[in-house]
């Protein structure tokens, strides 16, 4: 059974850095696509970032480019989302999110999510 744990949420002030870490554990052949979303109270769920296998090749929403980084260690299976210089608006459940096959097929699988809170 595949599971994305994610860690690293919190609450910090305007301007601060937070770090999120997804770890993908379980019967994993190979993970294409990682990602990071996000849902506002009252808003549906975006793409905040996501990096492919070969980690050259990244996306990010034009609301958090050049603040946020995305990074992935494929040895370990984990992903990243290094955010700096945080905003009152980036306070969301940020969600992990990656297209692993276990066996024969590419599945997504989601994590629980993890809060940030951005406030003074």
């Known amino acids: 059974q595949v599971q994305l744990v994610e860690s690293g949420g919190g609450l910090v002030q305007p301007g601060g850095s937070l770090r999120l870490s997804c770890a993908a554990s379980?019967?994993?052949?190979?993970?294409?696509?990682m990602a990071w979303y996000r849902q506002a109270p009252g808003k549906g769920r975006e793409l905040v970032a996501s990096?492919?296998?070969?980690?050259?090749?990244?996306n990010y929403a034009d609301s958090v480019k050049g603040r946020f980084t995305i990074s992935r260690d494929n040895a370990k299976n984990t992903v990243s989302l290094q955010m700096n210089s945080l905003k009152p608006e980036d306070t969301a459940v940020y969600y992990c999110?990656?297209?692993?096959?276990?066996?024969?097929?590419?599945?997504?699988?989601w994590g629980q999510g993890t809060q940030v809170t951005v406030s003074s």
């Open positions: 999110n990656a297209l692993i096959r276990a066996t024969t097929v590419f599945r997504n699988y």
């Open positions: 379980g019967s994993i052949a190979k993970i294409n696509n």
């Open positions: 990096i492919f296998s070969s980690s050259d090749s990244t």
